[in-house]
């Protein structure tokens, strides 16, 4: 970049709205790499950080927000690979050490070091959640660790993968052996990452999928992606016996009635954090070797796979663009539900 400041959507205080600052164009140190930032796309998550007390996040302020970006390569420190460069390429949010066990797995949004601190505090993860992300002109990458080529895909479609696909995808891939031509599949929730599951278990292959949302535009959204039958809540379903359920909102109005749609050896998959709360036993009146789990994120690998149902032309993205200076605005109608899909800044 030849400019010496750029925008950037900040906060400066907890509790507080963000705002659009100008700050220094960063320089890339030893592996880092520059990104030209070409689509960023806005999280409920990014929400919950803004409005979160002081003590509930252990980031340190000033924080540029963004953690579902897309853009190219245009610097790189002395100790990266300068081969990068000109690359378009999506940003993999979660910054991991690397090194711990989980990481050697292969299972990096699991990584050690991103665990609680003392006290309680959350640690800071990655682009936009305690380093600075890409909601702004340009934004720094630790390393290539974090970056996946995007070629072939409009920014503005590829940002949204590096979260909302990609978490949806993780939480279906990892339940892979229940989702085949015989599966009976429900997802709750058909926003933001709901919209991008119903493609995805299609795409593998889910035999029956079945989608919840009380909205009209969502449930006929649902339609054209592959579902099978979209309703208004989850009492509408009846008793699917289903093999997963899928909850992208996990509020206390579908946590515990989603549990009730599970067939014998079933899975309930909490991927939203509304609020709802579960009681987990033996003895609950679910049917034999029920489970739970509550996924994150996504690991770079899975990125990759998103990548690549996106170029075949197996995944798209529901969002609309806005510019970068109206990102506070962007905001209030993401707080007011007043969004489908997603909503995708263009600097």
């Given at each position: 970049m030849?400019i010496?400041?750029m925008?950037?959507?900040r906060?400066?205080?907890?509790g507080e709205?963000?705002?659009v600052?100008r700050v220094?164009?960063?320089e890339?140190?030893?592996?880092?790499?520059l990104?030209?930032v070409?689509?960023?796309?806005?999280?409920?998550?990014?929400?919950?950080?803004?409005?979160?007390?002081a003590?509930?996040?252990?980031?340190?302020?000033?924080?540029?927000l963004g953690?579902?970006v897309a853009?190219t390569?245009?610097?790189a420190g002395p100790?990266?690979?300068?081969s990068?460069?000109?690359e378009?390429?999506?940003?993999h949010?979660?910054w991991?050490?690397?090194?711990?066990?989980?990481?050697?797995r292969g299972?990096?949004n699991y990584c050690?070091?991103?665990?609680?601190?003392?006290?309680?505090?959350?640690?800071a993860?990655?682009?936009?959640?305690?380093?600075?992300?890409?909601?702004?002109d340009a934004?720094?990458?630790?390393?290539?660790?974090f970056?996946?080529?995007?070629?072939?895909?409009?920014?503005?479609?590829?940002?949204?993968?590096?979260?909302a696909?990609?978490t949806?995808?993780h939480?279906?891939?990892?339940?892979?052996?229940l989702?085949?031509s015989?599966?009976?599949?429900?997802?709750?929730?058909?926003?933001?990452?709901?919209h991008?599951a119903?493609?995805?278990?299609?795409?593998?292959?889910?035999?029956?999928?079945?989608?919840v949302?009380p909205?009209?535009?969502s449930?006929?959204?649902a339609?054209?992606?592959?579902?099978?039958?979209?309703?208004p809540?989850?009492?509408?379903?009846?008793r699917?016996d289903?093999?997963?359920v899928?909850?992208?909102?996990g509020s206390?109005a579908?946590v515990?009635?989603?549990?009730?749609?599970?067939g014998p050896?079933?899975?309930l998959?909490t991927v939203?954090?509304g609020?709802g709360r579960l009681?987990?036993?033996?003895?609950?009146?679910?049917?034999n070797g029920w489970?739970v789990?509550?996924?994150?994120?996504g690991?770079?690998?899975d990125l990759e796979a998103?990548?690549?149902?996106?170029?075949?032309?197996l995944?798209?993205v529901?969002?609309?663009?806005?510019r970068?200076?109206?990102a506070?605005d962007?905001?209030?109608?993401?707080?007011?539900?007043a969004?489908?899909g997603?909503?995708v800044l263009?600097p």
């Amino acid at each position: 970049m030849t400019i010496d400041t750029m925008r950037a959507v900040r906060m400066t205080a907890w509790g507080e709205p963000a705002q659009v600052l100008r700050v220094r164009v960063p320089e890339p140190q030893g592996a880092e790499l520059l990104i030209e930032v070409r689509a960023a796309g806005l999280c409920r998550s990014d929400l919950h950080v803004m409005d979160a007390p002081a003590g509930v996040f252990d980031y340190p302020l000033p924080l540029t927000l963004g953690h579902e970006v897309a853009g190219t390569v245009v610097g790189a420190g002395p100790d990266a690979d300068s081969s990068w460069i000109g690359e378009s390429v999506v940003v993999h949010g979660v910054w991991s050490c690397g090194e711990c066990r989980n990481c050697r797995r292969g299972r990096e949004n699991y990584c050690h070091a991103l665990r609680p601190r003392a006290g309680g505090l959350l640690p800071a993860i990655g682009s936009g959640l305690g380093y600075d992300g890409g909601l702004a002109d340009a934004m720094i990458v630790p390393s290539e660790r974090f970056v996946v080529r995007t070629r072939g895909l409009a920014p503005e479609s590829a940002a949204p993968l590096a979260d909302a696909a990609l978490t949806a995808y993780h939480a279906i891939r990892t339940n892979r052996d229940l989702v085949d031509s015989h599966s009976v599949v429900v997802v709750v929730g058909v926003g933001g990452l709901g919209h991008l599951a119903v493609q995805i278990l299609r795409a593998l292959g889910a035999g029956t999928i079945v989608a919840v949302d009380p909205r009209d535009g969502s449930r006929d959204l649902a339609r054209r992606l592959g579902a099978d039958r979209a309703v208004p809540e989850v009492a509408d379903v009846a008793r699917a016996d289903a093999d997963v359920v899928f909850d992208f909102v996990g509020s206390p109005a579908t946590v515990d009635s989603a549990a009730q749609l599970l067939g014998p050896g079933g899975r309930l998959v909490t991927v939203g954090s509304g609020g709802g709360r579960l009681t987990v036993g033996k003895n609950v009146g679910l049917p034999n070797g029920w489970q739970v789990s509550a996924p994150f994120w996504g690991t770079r690998a899975d990125l990759e796979a998103v990548v690549d149902l996106a170029q075949q032309g197996l995944l798209s993205v529901e969002s609309a663009a806005y510019r970068l200076d109206d990102a506070l605005d962007v905001y209030d109608r993401l707080r007011r539900g007043a969004i489908t899909g997603r909503a995708v800044l263009v600097p």
